[in-house]
Nanobody, 125 residues
C-alpha cells in the first residue's frame, strides 16, 4: 500500500481547471508539510505548491501563483490542488509529497520523504 495516492489528473484544454487529490495512508504518521511537484520527461521534479499542517502558510511557485490553490483536510487525511486557468506548460506528472518532520513547508525535493506515484495532467492548446 502506498503512503500517498494521487488522483484527479486528466486531459483539459488550456484555460480549463482540474482538481488533484492526494490521500494519505491511515498507516502513515501525521504529515506536517505537504506539497505538489510537477515533472516532465528529462527534467527534475519542480515545486508547484506546499502547505503547512495548520494551513496558514501556503507557498506557490511564481509560475502558478494566483492560478493554483493548495488546501488540506487533516481530519480526512487529504490534500488538494485546485488548478485554474491552466496553460500548456502546466502539462506533466504531478506528485504529492509529504514529510513527517516538524517543518512548516518546503519548496525543495529533499524536504519530503514520502511521495505518491504521480498523476498525469495534460493541457492541450
Amino acid at each position: 500500500q502506498e503512503d500517498l495516492v494521487e488522483s484527479g489528473g486528466g486531459l483539459v484544454q488550456a484555460g480549463g481547471s482540474l482538481r488533484l487529490s492526494c490521500a494519505v495512508s491511515p498507516r502513515t504518521f501525521i504529515m506536517h508539510a505537504m506539497g505538489w511537484f510537477r515533472q516532465v520527461p528529462g527534467k527534475e521534479r519542480e515545486f508547484a505548491a506546499a502547505i503547512s499542517y495548520t494551513c496558514d502558510i501556503p507557498h506557490y511557485a511564481d509560475s502558478v501563483n494566483g492560478r493554483f490553490t493548495i488546501s488540506r483536510d487533516n481530519a480526512k487525511r487529504m490534500v488538494f490542488l485546485q488548478m485554474d486557468s491552466l496553460k500548456t506548460e502546466n502539462t506533466g506528472v504531478y506528485y504529492c509529497a509529504g514529510t513527517g518532520r516538524r517543518v512548516l513547508t518546503s519548496t525543495q525535493l529533499k524536504g519530503y520523504e514520502y511521495w505518491g506515484q504521480g498523476t498525469q495532467v495534460t493541457v492541450s492548446s
